[in-house]
């Protein structure tokens, strides 16, 4: 039997990358997905793509920043289908350049999304899943949530965060037989670099220095789902990935001097493009 046939999942940041791939596998295992995402026109183009798939997803403009709509969405969710069995905390953001470039706003803004979204949405569904006494959380962070990247210090610090988060409610949620999971990737190829805001740096060249290589939306998503079927913790990917994330636990004081020596080669780089 299909572990998503009859069950109901709701997925953020369902426009595009891994949430618009999540929706459609899950949709295609016969699940009822409700697609949640702030950008209402790439909603209405992702379930145009499903075909007659979907019939199976109802799409709901959401900023996951918004508690209270992000609470009813979640609510309502749970009353019409009788059930909820997923909650894919996925939306996204990303900063990338140096610290003392940031505006309070663009602060304001991360961790809005990357923090309090992913909050909002596990707060919501956990209160649901522990009452019904079985549901599964998901909460996309990044293997920028178990690593220093520097360049990128907001966006790691709210995916540090997301990871305590996580792991921590992980073990108080399994006595109310909700399963929480945290999703650490390295780079996916998907578009939310190309749409971050980038502060005075050259993206190819940031992308050029990522040690682990990048991986596909579609790998990604057997990634999540695998490891969310085996209830890993934390699961990272791919496979250099998690080489990297033990080559850290062990050996952080060898890694640090190769990101000083690439930040280097980034910052002079920039200042020669600059001149």
């Not at 073990?171 to 971050?196: D, L």
Request: hydrophobic letters at 45%; a positive charge; one cysteine or more.
């Amino acid at each position: 039997m299909n572990p998503y046939q009859d069950q109901v999942a709701i997925v953020t940041g369902a426009a595009s990358g891994m949430g618009r791939e999540l929706v459609r596998r899950l949709a295609a295992g016969g699940a009822t997905v409700i697609a949640c995402d702030v950008d209402g026109k790439g909603l209405d183009e992702a379930q145009r793509a499903l075909g007659s798939l979907g019939t199976r997803v109802r799409t709901e403009i959401l900023d996951v920043a918004d508690a209270v709509r992000f609470r009813k969405i979640v609510s309502t969710a749970a009353r019409e289908q009788g059930r909820l069995d997923f909650v894919f905390n996925n939306a996204g953001i990303a900063v990338y350049g140096e610290l003392f470039d940031m505006t309070r706003a663009q602060w304001e803004k991360i961790v809005n999304v990357n923090l309090w979204g992913v909050i909002n949405g596990t707060t919501a569904a956990y209160e649901v899943m522990a009452r019904q006494g079985h549901g599964t959380i998901v909460n996309t962070a990044s293997a920028a949530g178990l690593a220093p990247v520097p360049l990128l210090a907001a966006y790691a610090m709210t995916k540090h965060a997301v990871v305590g988060l996580s792991t921590s409610l992980r073990s108080e949620a399994r006595a109310h037989g909700v399963q929480v999971n945290v999703v650490c990737p390295g780079v996916v190829s998907t578009r939310i670099f190309e749409n971050a805001t980038g502060l005075g740096f050259d993206l190819p060249m940031l992308r050029g220095k990522n040690p682990s290589g990048e991986i596909t939306v579609e790998k990604a998503v057997d990634c999540i789902l695998e490891g969310v079927a085996k209830n890993e913790g934390v699961i990272v990917f791919p496979a250099n990935a998690r080489l990297l994330d033990r080559f850290i636990r062990l050996r952080r004081g060898l890694y640090e001097p190769l990101w000083d020596r690439g930040l280097k080669q980034i910052r002079a780089y920039r200042q020669k493009k600059g001149a």
